[in-house]
């Protein structure tokens, strides 16, 4: 049986596995064996079925080793979109009631910085403002908890790095006057 199957598939290690493949099969369907019958017959006919169907199997399969074609083919999980959208709500519910209607009419109507101070009364640079800290906002309400506190530390960096600025032209000035 081997060297039948080494002549169908051509390697060694995959002949071992299509006769071992084929006893397990003969040994479940011992009973569909018609005693007087020739046994190597009906083992070779199990072990040339087994290599055809796993042939046929085979055509239809891509290699992907590194998973590569699975994720592109992959469709991501509706349910998660579905959270993610019941978080965003709840997150711009949260924002103070300017900053959400200028952070909608710019990012989801589309509606230019002109457009959106005249429809909400104020001026261009106040409705940039208020979007800019609504985006702000919006990023820490959704963060994960990780994210959360780089952005803090990030903020808390940001501030050091203003007051050292605003010490710096001071302590020349000392110096100056020493």
Same mark, same amino acid.
């Given at each position: &049986?081997?060297?039948?199957? $080494? ?9 071992? #596995?299509? /006769?071992?493949?084929?006893? +397990? ?9 018609? /005693? ?11 072990? !040339?079925?087994? %290599? ?7 055509? !239809?399969?891509?290699? #992907? @080793? ?8 992959? /469709? ?13 709500? !709840? ?5 103070? $009631? ?7 009419? +710019?990012?989801?109507?589309?509606? @230019? %910085?002109?457009?959106?101070?005249? $429809? ?21 309400? &959704? ?7 780089? &952005?803090?530390? !990030?903020?808390?960096?940001? +501030?050091?790095?203003? *007051? ?7 302590? *020349? ?6």
């Amino acid at each position: &049986m081997r060297a039948f199957a $080494i002549s169908l598939c051509g390697n060694r290690d995959r002949a071992d #596995d299509l /006769v071992q493949e084929a006893l +397990v099969k003969a040994w479940n369907n011992l009973d569909s064996f018609e /005693v007087g019958t020739n046994l190597k017959a009906w083992l070779f006919t199990i072990l !040339r079925n087994a %290599y055809f169907s796993e042939l046929r199997k085979t055509k !239809r399969e891509v290699a #992907d @080793s590194d998973g590569a074609m699975a994720a592109r083919v992959a /469709v991501p999980a509706e349910q998660h979109a579905h959270l993610d959208l019941k978080d965003l709500n !709840r997150a711009l519910g949260e924002l103070p $009631i300017d900053q959400r209607e200028a952070l909608i009419l +710019v990012g989801a109507e589309g509606f @230019s %910085y002109e457009d959106a101070a005249h $429809i909400a009364g104020c001026a261009v640079g106040t409705v940039k403002s208020r979007v800019n800290r609504a985006r702000t906002k919006l990023a820490e309400l &959704m963060a994960s908890p990780e994210e959360a506190e780089e &952005m803090q530390a !990030r903020a808390s960096e940001k +501030v050091s790095a203003k *007051a050292a600025a605003k010490e710096k032209p001071g302590a *020349a000035k000392a110096k100056l006057s020493q």
